[in-house]
């Protein structure tokens, strides 16, 4: 073989080589870059009466879990007097139940009196205030991408 015929098949088999290479890239990465991203959003809580311990907010995805009061999802942040904003974060578009309280002694727990009234500020999504047993299919709503999700505490 002599040298112009070498050099011709040494630049074809890196040709090829480089094509192989940049196949198997975009097999490998396209998907990644077409899968749905979760949604990202924010909550507002508003009506907070003062800078003490955190905002807890629960997120529940079944009416199982809403009943047994074991949240699929908890975000805490400190407690911001006026407004506490909670991001979202790999969120996707799907139908929950939110329940958020201040828990202004950091004790992780709702507190209620003897008869069960709210010693600490709370919400419900869809703006829901329970009379009795709270109720699932009450405060279901559907979280959309990009759009915020306000909740006003009652103390």
Not at 52 to 66: A, N, P, R, Y
Request: charge should be negative; proline fraction near 5%; aromatic fraction near 12%.
């Amino acid at each position: 073989m002599d040298d112009e015929s070498y050099k011709r098949m040494r630049c074809c088999t890196k040709s090829r080589f480089l094509t192989l290479v940049f196949l198997l890239l975009t097999i490998l990465f396209v998907p990644q870059l077409t899968k749905k991203v979760g949604a990202h959003g924010i909550v507002n809580v508003t009506g907070v009466e003062n800078n003490s311990g955190h905002i807890i907010l629960q997120i529940f995805e079944t009416e199982t879990s809403f009943k047994k009061f074991a949240p699929d999802r908890i975000y805490k942040k400190i407690a911001t007097q006026g407004i506490t904003i909670i991001p979202l974060e790999d969120f996707h578009e799907v139908e929950v139940a939110i329940f958020v309280y201040h828990d202004e002694n950091d004790d992780e727990k709702f507190n209620t009196s003897l008869f069960w009234t709210p010693k600490e500020g709370y919400a419900y999504s869809n703006s829901y205030i329970p009379t009795s047993i709270p109720k699932y299919s009450k405060a279901l709503f559907t979280v959309e991408h990009g759009s915020p999700i306000d909740l006003k505490l009652i103390y």
